[in-house]
Nanobody, 125 residues
């Protein structure tokens, strides 16, 4: 599975961005999809995920209420709508995919099988 993330950029605090991640998978609808981020000098951290079966979303506490994840199975694409951005949201954002990840492992990057190349989000104060 190849993943292509896009939509990053420079935005002022309080602004919005929409990230997209398009997958090459033939059976995209069967994949759990997620977003992680990694700021300079920090470990990669979970941002959000969306289940394959019922599109149930998961969010990190730091983004809940500001970010929204969705998927369009017809376009093999997952989206991350980011509102009310803060300088601490600055990071490279990565999308990931997995067919059989369990709920308890969703927030752990080592459990995801496929990764995109990342897109840089910079939020200025």
């Amino acid at each position: 599975v190849q993943l292509q993330a896009s939509g990053g950029g420079l935005v002022q605090a309080g602004g919005s961005l929409r990230l997209s991640c398009t997958a090459s998978a033939d059976s995209f609808r069967s994949y759990v999809m997620s977003w992680f981020r990694q700021a300079p000098g920090k470990e990669r951290e979970f941002v959000s995920a969306i289940k394959s079966s019922d599109s149930r979303p998961f969010y990190a506490d730091a983004v809940r209420g500001r970010f929204s994840i969705s998927r369009d199975n017809a376009k093999n694409t997952v989206f991350l709508q980011m509102n009310s951005l803060k300088p601490e949201d600055t990071a490279v954002y990565y999308c990931a995919a997995d067919r059989q990840i369990i709920n308890s492992a969703i927030r752990r990057p080592e459990h995801w099988d496929y990764w995109g190349q990342g897109t840089l989000v910079t939020v200025s104060s």
